[in-house]
């Protein structure tokens, strides 16, 4: 079972950067899809994005994200990455990073394995 662990959430203002980190535990962390995904009060989870395994690692995004958000994994250090930029107003909401066998199971929120959570709450 993969353990993963949120990092990085914070207080920022419109327009602002932010980067957050998830760091997983396991050994064979390579062979993991990986992704992110918020959700705001009273709101379903919302995917953000997701990289295929391997080194490659093929990258999508969701719509309301693309272009302003990257994420990146590095499979030495067993983390992967979101880069935020040009963040929103009103965009309150936990981060949770996932961990799947495929991107697919990204795609269809039911990956392996979920962190707890890190929040970011955008001001104006």
């Known amino acids: 079972q993969v353990q993963l662990v949120e990092s990085g959430g914070g207080l920022v203002q419109a327009g602002a950067s932010l980067r957050l980190s998830c760091a997983a535990s396991a050994r064979t962390f390579s062979s993991y899809a990986m992704g992110w995904f918020r959700q705001a009060p009273g709101k379903e989870r919302e995917f953000i994005a997701a990289i295929k395994r391997g080194g490659g690692g093929s990258t999508y995004y969701g719509d309301s994200v693309k272009g302003r958000f990257t994420i990146s994994r590095d499979n030495a250090k067993n983390t992967v990455e979101l880069q935020m930029n040009s963040l929103q107003r009103g965009v309150a909401a936990l981060y949770y990073c996932?961990?799947?066998?495929?991107?697919?199971?990204?795609?269809?929120?039911?990956?392996?394995?979920w962190g707890r959570g890190t929040q970011v709450t955008v001001t104006t």
């Open positions: 996932a961990a799947a066998l495929t991107v697919h199971n990204i795609g269809v929120r039911a990956p392996q394995c």
